[in-house]
């Protein structure tokens, strides 16, 4: 079962310091002040007093991002409960965006069974529960690495509760067996979706498609070409994974040609992680002329690029006695009209590092 497969996450026990219980009176409070404020015990008490005095306060979601991850960060897991048992209370929570955000908060503090809790305690709470918040909850177990629980949720609450599951509650749960190494599993999802009139997403098949690949070229391509089958518009995530895909097989000149023609879909190539993608492994295969080329390619079309991937390049030329190119390339770099690159010869670049080693 997927519990064997995982250890569980256990939800970390509150600690044994003290939880602030009294809130004496203090003034509207600035973010500035929030953020500054050393004392978590005292940020506690402020962040509760505001919210009771202003709803607009409860709504600015930065603020509680920020303050749940520190005392998560700190493991004061009490304080998150202060805080959050205390939002609870409030008449926001008959609102189920309100409560979806309170489950989310516990979850990114690592606290599944305090999410789950919540859940739980909606209806009593006049709060209605929809697929909406059914989701939060799967995605709070997914957030926890309690992968497990994400398959006995979905497996319970839709039926006892009379919910429809939707493509985002199938994307958590496919998700989570790809976590797990279930990967058919997870393409079997796609059939059932089918089966139950709801459409997968560019989203669901992103989700295989990067597992699929990771684990062997041959399964990504399957994946790639059941999109076809569905009519799915692919996304620059698609095709960030099929250029994984087809750098890890060794398939280089194909990754480069898919990198090129990316523009040509309509999609803005991401060029930071592309070439990150690219270099490294055309300099280990020796495939300095390709990655020259693509270099000249970025320059052209004022992409800016990693300075460090410019200078490998660089060096592998040099390395290849290729010293023409390796010239012209570290011109190219220093008379680029976009972003200037000190880009230096090998022997330069050791004179270089010696001055400033110099005292």
Same mark, same amino acid.
């Given at each position: 079962?997927?519990?064997?497969?995982?250890?569980?996450?256990?939800?970390?026990?509150?600690?044994?310091?003290?939880?602030?219980?009294?809130?004496?009176?203090?003034?509207?409070?600035?973010?500035?002040?929030?953020?500054?404020?050393?004392?978590?015990?005292?940020?506690?008490?402020?962040?509760?007093?505001?919210?009771?005095?202003?709803?607009?306060?409860?709504?600015?979601?930065?603020?509680?991002?920020?303050?749940?991850?520190?005392?998560?960060?700190?493991?004061?897991?009490?304080?998150?409960?202060?805080?959050?048992?205390?939002?609870?209370?409030?008449?926001?929570?008959?609102?189920?965006?309100?409560?979806?955000?309170?489950?989310?908060?516990?979850?990114?503090?690592?606290?599944?069974?305090?999410?789950?809790?919540?859940? /739980? !305690?909606?209806?009593?709470? #006049?709060?209605?529960?929809? &697929?909406?918040? $059914? @989701?939060? *909850? +799967?995605? =709070?177990?997914?957030?926890?690495?309690?992968?497990?629980?994400?398959?006995?949720?979905?497996?319970?609450?839709?039926?006892?509760?009379?919910?429809?599951?939707?493509?985002?509650?199938?994307?958590?749960?496919?998700?989570?067996?790809?976590?797990?190494?279930?990967?058919?599993?997870?393409?079997?999802?796609? /059939? !059932?979706?089918?089966?139950? #009139?709801?459409?997968?997403? &560019?989203?669901? $098949? @992103?989700? *295989? +498609?990067? =597992?699929?690949?990771?684990?062997?070229?041959?399964?990504?391509?399957?994946?790639?070409?059941?999109?076809?089958?569905?009519?799915?518009?692919?996304?620059?995530?698609?095709?960030?994974?099929?250029?994984?895909?087809?750098?890890?097989?060794?398939?280089?000149?194909?990754?480069?040609?898919?990198?090129?023609?990316? !523009?040509?879909?309509?999609?803005?190539?991401?060029?930071?992680?592309?070439?990150?993608?690219?270099?490294?492994?055309?300099?280990?295969?020796?495939?300095?002329?390709?990655?020259?080329?693509?270099?000249?390619?970025?320059?052209?079309?004022?992409?800016?690029?990693?300075?460090?991937?410019?200078?490998?390049?660089?060096?592998?030329?040099?390395?290849?006695?290729?010293?023409?190119?390796?010239?012209?390339?570290?011109?190219?770099?220093?008379?680029?009209?976009?972003?200037?690159?000190?880009?230096?010869?090998?022997?330069?670049?050791?004179?270089?590092?010696?001055?400033?080693?110099?005292?």
């Amino acid at each position: 079962s997927s519990s064997q497969i995982l250890k569980t996450h256990k939800t970390p026990k509150l600690s044994p310091q003290n939880t602030p219980t009294t809130i004496t009176p203090i003034k509207p409070i600035s973010i500035k002040e929030l953020a500054e404020e050393p004392d978590l015990d005292e940020l506690a008490k402020k962040i509760n007093h505001n919210a009771s005095i202003s709803s607009k306060f409860r709504s600015r979601h930065n603020i509680y991002d920020f303050t749940i991850a520190r005392f998560s960060n700190a493991e004061r897991y009490n304080l998150v409960e202060y805080v959050l048992d205390k939002h609870k209370h409030f008449e926001d929570i008959s609102r189920e965006g309100y409560a979806l955000r309170l489950i989310s908060l516990y979850a990114k503090a690592g606290m599944f069974d305090h999410a789950h809790k919540l859940f /739980d !305690e909606l209806p009593e709470l #006049g709060c209605p529960r929809t &697929v909406k918040s $059914f @989701n939060a *909850l +799967l995605k =709070a177990a997914v957030e926890s690495k309690r992968f497990d629980e994400v398959f006995t949720l979905f497996q319970g609450i839709p039926a006892d509760l009379g919910i429809s599951c939707d493509v985002v509650s199938y994307n958590t749960l496919i998700h989570a067996l790809c976590e797990v190494g279930k990967l058919e599993e997870g393409l079997l999802m796609i /059939d !059932e979706m089918k089966a139950k #009139g709801v459409n997968p997403s &560019v989203v669901t $098949f @992103n989700t *295989l +498609l990067g =597992a699929f690949y990771r684990r062997g070229f041959e399964g990504g391509e399957l994946i790639w070409g059941i999109m076809d089958e569905y009519d799915v518009v692919r996304d620059i995530r698609s095709y960030n994974l099929k250029l994984q895909g087809l750098v890890d097989e060794g398939e280089l000149e194909k990754a480069v040609a898919l990198f090129e023609s990316l !523009e040509t879909k309509g999609l803005k190539p991401d060029v930071a992680l592309h070439f990150s993608y690219l270099v490294p492994k055309l300099c280990d295969d020796g495939e300095y002329e390709l990655a020259l080329d693509l270099c000249k390619k970025m320059f052209k079309r004022q992409f800016v690029v990693d300075e460090a991937l410019l200078q490998l390049v660089v060096n592998g030329l040099v390395k290849e006695s290729k010293i023409q190119e390796a010239e012209e390339l570290v011109e190219l770099g220093k008379s680029n009209s976009f972003v200037q690159y000190d880009l230096v010869m090998p022997s330069d670049n050791t004179e270089k590092q010696e001055q400033n080693n110099s005292p």
